[in-house]
């Protein structure tokens, strides 16, 4: 993908995500990084329009599960159904083959089933009946998760929480944005009249481009010291661990593909050090009861590690 269509699909993808640019940014982010994303919201702010739009801007194949208590494993994966003609069975692929899939309501599945998607997210492959899939290329998963609903829901632990790239909020818009999204959509959404900017070939090479980002040693050195401190907090049961840290980098080289940068910056990797770390730590018991977050720990941690500078900074 040349550079201008980087931050094109960003635009695109704002006409219907009205006033979210920074969520959006760590969105494409993560899906340049072959990173996935967990979207922890409320109900009813575009978590699945966003999806959608994505989806659209790439002219990618679209797949969308609503997550419930009595969704089976195999409602995701495929299942083998016997051919009484062939004298055998055929394997019918579910919906994790595509490339944008929408997890709505993860927290909704069973554990069980929430482990059907571990090896989608991290081998981009299906085991069933003995048989290996790989999975179309890209690969990128959306799950959704509620946080005010907890009834009925399954949290989910911190093994499969790492396995996301980043965690993301869109949160309410602000009044004149809100404002002008009723306008928006006073007779259909614009969702519909929204033209892919890019293929998949051109994401695919935006995707190899990022992960060749120079980044300096002493951005390595300063994404180590961060994670390192997440696990020596006083405050912290459990630290990042080192696919967090592997995380960071890429997700900070993706950033600064998107922005056109040509190296990693420090302020590339404290943007992203609380969308990428905060949903990996886990606070211990006291510390959650006096109001002490993922986020507010890391923010803490970005406030003691020094920042370094680059050479000819």
Not at 96 to 123: G, H, I, K, Y
Not at 167 to 194: C, F, I, K, N
Not at 290 to 312: F, H, I, S
């Amino acid at each position: 993908m040349p550079p201008p269509l980087l931050p094109a699909l960003v635009e695109n993808v704002e006409r219907v995500i009205l006033g979210k640019r920074e969520a959006v940014e760590l969105v494409v982010a993560a899906l340049l990084a072959r990173g996935h994303v967990l979207l922890e919201d409320v109900p009813g702010v575009g978590k699945t329009v966003l999806a959608r739009a994505l989806a659209r801007s790439l002219h990618a194949d679209f797949r969308r599960v609503q997550c419930t208590p009595d969704l089976l494993p195999s409602d995701i994966t495929g299942v083998s159904v016997y051919d009484p003609r062939a004298l055998a069975f055929d394997f019918r692929p579910g919906p994790v083959f595509t490339n944008v899939l929408l997890a709505d309501e993860v927290n909704r599945a069973t554990p069980r089933t929430q482990s059907a998607l571990l090896e989608a997210m991290e081998e981009r492959q299906v085991s069933a009946d003995g048989t290996t899939r790989p999975l179309p290329d890209p690969f990128f998963l959306i799950a959704t998760e509620n946080p005010i609903e907890m009834a009925g829901t399954f949290p989910l632990p911190e093994a499969q929480l790492d396995r996301f790239l980043v965690r993301v909020s869109l949160g309410y818009p602000d009044d004149q944005t809100e404002v002008r999204l009723l306008l928006a959509q006073r007779a259909v959404h614009p969702l519909h009249a929204l033209q892919p900017v890019a293929t998949l070939d051109e994401l695919r090479a935006a995707q190899d481009a990022a992960a060749s980002t120079f980044a300096h040693e002493l951005i390595a050195r300063y994404v180590q010291r961060l994670v390192a401190e997440t696990r020596r907090h006083p405050q912290a049961t459990l630290g990042a661990s080192p696919r967090g840290a592997l995380s960071l980098l890429r997700a900070a080289q993706a950033l600064a593909a998107l922005q056109g940068a040509a190296f990693v910056t420090p302020d590339h990797v404290k943007r992203l050090a609380v969308p990428v770390l905060a949903h990996r730590v886990v606070v211990e018991p006291r510390a959650r009861v006096q109001g002490v977050d993922g986020r507010r720990l890391v923010e803490d941690v970005l406030g003691k590690v020094a920042v370094p500078v680059l050479p000819g900074s």
